[in-house]
């Protein structure tokens, strides 16, 4: 009766929505065995003077890594919800054309329902204005037979009246 049709939705980089949590537990596993091999080079080593600059720059080369690493993380984490946010506005926007549709049906349905009860009430109106010519109608009818028939009455009244003068002549 209703028929609705379902409109596909296909989300933007739909991809994404695994790549990139797999891409940020990936760059997480990697900084903390990076923090693991940095911390186990201090504890297993007793630094003499070039072991302690060799050390620390590994160190420091280590911290930018993973500093790099967060900043992938976190950009990463900005496109994952730049993705979810235009892919929430779709929805929304979709959810909003369909009410608006809905609106409108109904909007045509009320408008449907209150020109047939227009219409409804014209043909009352109508019928009852035939049903008043037609009682019209039959009464100019029964003034015609009437009219007839005094005419018709009136002429045979004449006739009679003029019989009645040629005999009034006559007896005289």
Known sequence: MDEQKESKYLPIFSSWKWAIPILICLFLVAGIIMICVTSQNFSLYYPSNGRLYLMTLHSIILVVVF??????????????????????EILANLYLEE?????????????????????KDKIKDLEEIKEIQKSILEKEAEKAILLKFQKE????????NKQLLEKDIIIK
């Open 67 to 88: 500093i790099c690493l967060c900043i992938g993380i976190l950009k990463l984490i900005a496109i994952y919800a730049k993705n979810m946010e235009r892919e929430r």
């Open 99 to 119: 009410q608006q549709r809905l609106i409108v049906r109904y909007d045509e349905e009320k408008d449907a329902k209150d020109e047939l009860k227009k219409a």
């Open 153 to 160: 009455k009136i002429e045979y009244l004449e006739k009679i």
